[in-house]
């Protein structure tokens, strides 16, 4: 993969990565996470469950404001995801800005990269996010260093737009830099949300009188296109066209008599490619524009040559890509193609060829957050057109019953706002493998949306198999941050384990082979753990986020007690518990912070308590309320 060395090369070039912006139409999420993110962070490619978990975990310990913005109606939310990368779905017609409609598409295939030192990025051409953008196409893309405050001031007006739709709160817009890395000053950045459209950008003082296009896709009626650059440019221009076709011969254009009087005039000619395509190749799908005169201008981005793709008439796609200045004397074709009408498409062959977006199913506009820390979902959402008849239905992993949608009744801003949904779901072991919410009308799915997860520092993918695993751990003061015998959780093993090499999570009725004084040691560690605890933030990590986390080891000792009942084993095990819960709020009033609440929060700590349990001593021990009073005080228990 050529594209993927020469981001590797850009991604070695730069420090510690801490934002990393991506654009596309459609996305490859299993490719963008085995072969795109590893470079990215420096791994090795995964091979397994666990390593996925560990570029998380680094996403995560590093902060790197890693995103993916892709068409809304090209976003399918059943492809396998195994990490929490936020996918952002965008859909033209709903930006803040004029001159899109419901068939433009978002269609940019950008990569801003910012290092901690300031140092930045620019990629752009014609290859999306999947296997055949970067491993089986023919594709056009460049990469530049931000090298003046007029290129960062272009890229950051093509990303303020994707950022306020999706709320201040989601994600920070790009801010002031007044230090620039590099002395690549000789390009520009041009885009849709430019002021001026991208044939004016391009041909601004070329005095170009010729314009070669490498483009897979053509207008449906490629004569008025023609004419219509000629007028809007102002200037007769000689086209030359490097097309893709299908099959080595048909071009994605139909045949017309006017097509046929711009060839015999010499107006528009077809050309070869300029040196040999390798066999291995499926598709030509670069996307160049060479204005010629006595300058030249080189447009490499994400343009076809429709009335949509160059984005400078009525109906227009949000586009972009990287205009460098070359020589004049700058070619990029090859021989003229003698071609006839039967190297055209036909009407219906090009309607399975035609680049289009499905039709978004929805009347609405839904944002569905998940924050780990929290532990809670909320959703925002507009309404553009009023719904009829029984209400939408949205289903959330670890929510049990699906949530009516329910609008209010004031517009604002030519929509009508969501009323207001929130859910608590502590430790939401189901959003672990399942990263889509679904929305439904009379028992049937009409949609598929990605859950955007935020606080992904305190998203628990690791734990132990078995009480007795967790407890051997904390024996041996193994690093929670390291793992020990931890292992992926149950939800994220898809049964890479056979059933029966799978240990028992509980212990026998008196412990096993856990005996009393290893159980004792075992939460004296934890205590000590909790008392040494040196800020809120590694406190909460303890409690609810590392393997072997007070969170699962509470899980582990209900279950523990719920399949062995009332035994002596388990009364200690419960007391132990209730005071490893003691020292942990002596812990959070230790570390919260000078105006933090008193005591923690309600639902998030409810979960670091056991169930009660009808469990006691036998009689001839219960009874005995001296022995009792000295057991509870040796064992400190009194709490």
């Not at 949000?318 to 498409?345: C, H, R, Y």
Request: glycine content about 8%.
């Amino acid at each position: 993969m050529k594209l993927l060395d020469s981001f590797r090369k850009e991604i070695e070039g730069l420090g510690d990565v801490r934002r990393a912006w991506f654009t596309t139409f459609n996305l490859g999420i299993p490719f963008f996470e085995t072969h795109v993110l590893p470079v990215l962070l420096g791994s090795d490619q995964p091979a397994n469950r666990m390593d996925y978990e560990t570029m998380q975990q680094q996403m995560a310990d590093r902060k790197i404001d890693l995103r993916v913005f892709c068409d809304l109606r090209m976003m399918d939310a059943d492809q396998l995801k195994r990490t929490a990368i936020p996918v952002h779905g965008i859909l033209p017609s709903r930006l803040a800005l004029n001159g899109f409609g419901k068939d433009s598409l978002f269609h940019p295939k950008v990569i801003f990269l910012e290092d901690e030192s300031g140092k930045m990025v620019l990629g752009a051409g014609s290859a999306n996010l999947t296997v055949s953008g970067w491993g089986r196409n023919q594709e056009a893309f460049a990469f530049r260093t931000v090298s003046n405050n007029e290129q960062y001031q272009q890229i950051k007006r093509f990303f303020d737009p994707l950022t306020k739709s999706l709320g201040q709160n989601e994600v920070q817009p790009l801010g002031l830099r007044r230090k620039f890395v590099g002395t690549d000053e000789d390009w520009r950045f041009a885009h849709s949300f430019h002021k001026r459209n991208f044939l004016q950008q391009l041909m601004a003082e070329t005095e170009a009188d010729k314009l070669t296009v490498w483009s897979p896709y053509l207008s449906r009626d490629l004569a008025g296109l023609v004419g219509r650059i000629q007028e809007a440019t102002g200037r007769k221009l000689r086209f030359r066209i490097v097309p893709d076709r299908i099959g080595n011969r048909h071009l994605r254009t139909v045949w017309t008599e006017a097509l046929g009087k711009l060839q015999e005039g010499g107006v528009l000619s077809f050309h070869d490619y300029p040196s040999p395509r390798a066999d291995e190749i499926e598709m030509t799908h670069a996307k160049l524009w060479l204005a010629s005169g006595s300058q030249a201008r080189l447009a490499v981005g994400s343009w076809n040559c429709t009335e949509p793709g160059t984005a400078s008439f009525e109906q227009r796609n949000v586009e972009a890509g990287i205009l460098l200045n070359v020589p004049p004397a700058t070619t990029m074709f090859g021989g003229q193609l003698e071609l006839t009408k039967k190297d055209f498409s036909t009407e219906e062959s090009l309607n399975d060829e035609e680049l289009i977006a499905p039709p978004y199913p929805l009347p609405f506009d839904l944002q569905v957050r998940f924050d780990w820390e929290s532990g809670r979902y909320d959703v925002d959402g507009q309404l553009f057109e009023p719904v009829k008849g029984r209400p939408y239905l949205l289903r959330l992993p670890g929510v049990i019953k699906p949530i009516p949608l329910c609008w209010k009744v004031i517009r604002r801003m030519g929509a009508y706002p969501l009323e207001s949904i929130a859910r608590e779901v502590i430790d939401n072991e189901a959003l672990l493998a399942n990263h889509c919410y679904e929305v439904s009308r009379d028992g049937i799915v009409e949609y598929r949306g990605l859950i955007l997860e935020t606080g992904q520092d305190h998203r628990r993918a690791q734990g132990y198999d078995s009480l007795k695993d967790l407890l051997n751990d904390l024996i041996n003061d193994v690093d929670p941050r390291s793992g020990g015998t931890a292992r992926l959780r149950k939800v994220l093993k898809h049964n890479d384990v056979p059933e029966e090499e799978l240990a028992s999570s509980t212990l026998n009725e008196e412990g096993g082979s856990v005996s009393y004084f290893r159980l004792f040691h075992a939460f004296a560690q934890f205590r000590k753990r909790l008392r040494a605890t040196p800020s809120m933030d590694e406190l909460e990590k303890i409690l609810f986020v590392y393997p072997g986390s007070l969170q699962e080891l509470v899980v582990k000792v209900n279950e523990q007690i719920g399949a062995t009942g009332n035994t002596v084993f388990n009364w200690f095990l419960l007391e132990e518990m209730h005071s490893l819960r003691a020292v942990a709020l002596d812990a959070y009033e230790q570390n919260r912070a000078r105006y933090a609440p008193i005591t923690p929060p309600k639902a998030k700590w409810g979960s670091l308590k056991p169930k009660k349990h009808a469990v006691s001593l036998p009689p001839e021990i219960s009874g005995k309320s001296r022995y009792m009073a000295e057991l509870r005080e040796a064992c400190d228990y009194e709490r």
